[in-house]
């Protein structure tokens, strides 16, 4: 079975390369030209020799449809995305050409060459937005970010895709995915590693902003199980995955806080500065439909979580000293 992963060097790309081939897959990945350098490969860097990457772009159609050709993959995971909410606000444009003609694109390449692989969609709960939890496959969308709106779009192309031309695509709405393997950017990661350092006395305080936005979290390695799962399936379908649970910012904050022995109020510092023009409040995934019909439950609860990520932090941060 040959795979292809667009946004392969990201967290959830590295987590399914490593599954895939544990599964006896030929993985082959889409990266940027600009992701090819050795400090943007970390995350694959211990199974780069078994995989095959192409250098392609999300908004070069050219590109990907020569990928496909070369490839001529049985299954297409596209995570490829400008993921970062607050930063879609500045680069909204980009983020829409990116995600949603991005995915357009690849699913052109797919139809023109008449090739059937199975395709599965990353899409995500920002696609809800303001739309109350616990929020599942048949809640009404009402994204709050470029970035949701981009998801969004690539969401009904791929979902007309599939209805359109009798395409084999799942479309996965995944719940916050976290770890080790998260962007330094995200608020999670930017405040386990923000732990580890003022622990080791290498930074005093950690500069937040909203820290009652509630969501709901889970480890990526779980995640990316049920997206293979989805394309095993005789019949294409879109799957809620998610924890079920709720916790706001200052929970995670103060969990990861409490894991070194230190009290988050002593450290944490806001700043108005960061706040979005339309904030996304909670988050909760009813993922009912996929532990029925998928056979899927997450393995790593929200305690163990934080703990995985704090102290990945501070082994990164006593290696590199600070």
Not at 2 to 28: C, D, F, N, P, W
Not at 197 to 220: F, M, P, S, V
Not at 291 to 317: I, T
Request: aromatic share 8%; charged share 25%.
């Amino acid at each position: 079975m040959r795979a292809l992963i667009t946004g392969i060097t990201g967290q959830a790309g590295s987590h399914l390369a490593e599954l895939l081939l544990k599964k006896g897959y030929e993985v082959h990945g889409l990266v940027r030209r600009s992701s090819s350098a050795e400090s943007a490969t970390w995350r694959i860097d211990p199974i780069l020799s078994d995989l095959h990457l192409h250098e392609g772009d999300m908004c070069d159609g050219g590109s990907l449809t020569r990928v496909v050709h070369d490839i001529k993959p049985h299954e297409v995971y596209n995570l490829a995305a400008q993921s970062h909410v607050r930063v879609s606000y500045d680069e909204p444009e980009y983020t829409a050409d990116a995600i949603a003609m991005g995915t357009l694109r690849l699913l052109e390449a797919l139809r023109l060459f008449g090739y059937r692989s199975k395709f599965y969609q990353a899409s995500t709960s920002e696609m809800f937005g303001a739309s109350p939890p616990p929020q599942n496959e048949k809640t009404p969308f009402h994204p709050r970010s470029p970035y949701g709106v981009a998801k969004l779009a690539a969401h009904w192309h791929a979902i007309n895709h599939r209805e359109s031309y009798n395409m084999h695509i799942c479309c996965g709405l995944m719940f916050n995915c976290e770890g080790p393997r998260r962007g330094e950017q995200f608020v999670t990661r930017k405040t386990t590693l923000a732990v580890a350092r003022i622990k080791q006395g290498y930074q005093h305080k950690l500069t937040l902003e909203n820290i009652d936005a509630e969501r709901d979290w889970g480890y990526a390695g779980d995640y990316v199980d049920a997206m293979w799962r989805m394309l095993q399936q005789n019949e294409p379908d879109d799957y809620v995955i998610s924890s079920g649970e709720t916790r706001s910012v200052r929970d995670f904050v103060a969990k990861a806080f409490a894991h070194v022995g230190l009290n988050w109020e002593e450290h944490v510092v806001f700043d108005s500065r960061l706040h979005r023009p339309a904030e996304v409040h909670s988050l909760r995934g009813d993922s009912s439909k996929a532990r029925r019909k998928l056979g899927w439950a997450p393995e790593v609860g929200f305690d163990e979580l934080v703990a995985k990520m704090v102290d990945a932090d501070m082994d990164r941060v006593r290696d590199r000293r600070g």
